[in-house]
C-alpha cells in the first residue's frame, strides 16, 4: 500500500489532507482513484489506514479508517555522524541509513575530507539530502521521518557523545574493541529505547589527533572487523550490527 508523511495538522476530524508533491504523485503517477487505500504516517510513530475520497486541483483527502502505532521502528534512537564522503556518495549513504533505522544524519567535515562545506551551497543540499531521506522512509515503510542535518566541522561534532547513552566511534586504527563486543557488554546497562551515536570517517579516514579528541571527548573506539570497508558500506555495517544486537 502506497505510504505517505503529513504532518499533524493535516490530520483532522478523521480527514487527512495530501498536498504539495504527494497529492500529485497520488493523482497523477499512481493515478490512484477514490476508494482506493494508502497508508499515511504523521512522521511521529502514528500510521493511519485511509481511504481516499476527494481530489481537488491542489491536494487529495482521504477518510480515517484505523490508526494504530508504527510497528517499524527501532526500539532506539540512532543518530550517525558521517564524514563527506566524495561525489554523491553522501546520499546512497542517507538512503541505506533511513533503511537501517537511523533516526538522524549529521554529516560532518574533517581534516582528510576530499569533500568540503561550501557556505552558498549547503542549504540547497541539505534540502535534497531530506528529500532522499523522506523518499527512503516512505519506500521502506518507516513510522517517523528521519532527518538530515546540515554539515558542520568536525570539532562541532566529537562533544555530542555525551549526549548519548552509547557513542560508537568507528576506527581503523589500534586500541579499538569490536563492535559486537561493546553492544553484547553495554546492552544490560542502557535504558529503554536507548540514544546511540556512530561516527564513520570519509575515504580518508581520521587522523592521529581527531582520533585522540574523539575518545578524549568519550566516544567509544570500535572496530568493525578486518576487512576494509568504504566509507559507504561502514554505517549500513554498523547500523546492521547495532540493529541485530538491540532490535532483531
Not at 498536498?19 to 504523485?25: I, K, L, R, T
Not at 510497528?71 to 542517507?94: H, N, R, S
Request: with cysteine; glycine share 8%; aromatic share 6%.
Amino acid at each position: 500500500m502506497p505510504r505517505f508523511f503529513v504532518s499533524k495538522d493535516a490530520i483532522r476530524n478523521g480527514v487527512v489532507t495530501v498536498s504539495g508533491e504527494d497529492a500529485h504523485h497520488i493523482s497523477r503517477a499512481l493515478r490512484m482513484a477514490a476508494g482506493e487505500r494508502i497508508t499515511v504516517c504523521n512522521a511521529e510513530g502514528t500510521d493511519y489506514d485511509c481511504v481516499l475520497t476527494d481530489f481537488l486541483p491542489d491536494c487529495v483527502r482521504a477518510r480515517v479508517e484505523t490508526e494504530k502505532p508504527s510497528e517499524t521502528e527501532p526500539p532506539y534512537v540512532a543518530v550517525l555522524y558521517q564524514g563527506l564522503p566524495k561525489g554523491d556518495k553522501l546520499e546512497q549513504v542517507i538512503q541505506k541509513a533511513v533503511e537501517c533505522g537511523v533516526s538522524r544524519v549529521v554529516p560532518f567535515e574533517s581534516e582528510r575530507c576530499v569533500a568540503r562545506i561550501k557556505e552558498g551551497d549547503e542549504e540547497k543540499k541539505t534540502t535534497r539530502r531530506n528529500r532522499i531521506a523522506a523518499e527512503a522512509a516512505k519506500q521502506c515503510g518507516r513510522g517517523r521521518l528521519p532527518a538530515v542535518e546540515s554539515a558542520r566541522p568536525f570539532k562541532a561534532v566529537i562533544d555530542d557523545a555525551k549526549r548519548f547513552d552509547l557513542a560508537l566511534f568507528c576506527y581503523e586504527g589500534e586500541g579499538t574493541i569490536p563492535l559486537p563486543k561493546v553492544l553484547h557488554e553495554r546492552k544490560a546497562n542502557l535504558p529503554a529505547n536507548p540514544s546511540v551515536a556512530i561516527l564513520i570517517g570519509s575515504e580518508g579516514g581520521f587522523s592521529e589527533a581527531e582520533a585522540r579528541a574523539a575518545q578524549d571527548a568519550g566516544w567509544t573506539p570500535v572496530g568493525l572487523g578486518k576487512r576494509i570497508l568504504r566509507t559507504e558500506t561502514a554505517p549500513v555495517f554498523a547500523l546492521a550490527a547495532i540493529s541485530c544486537a538491540l532490535e532483531l
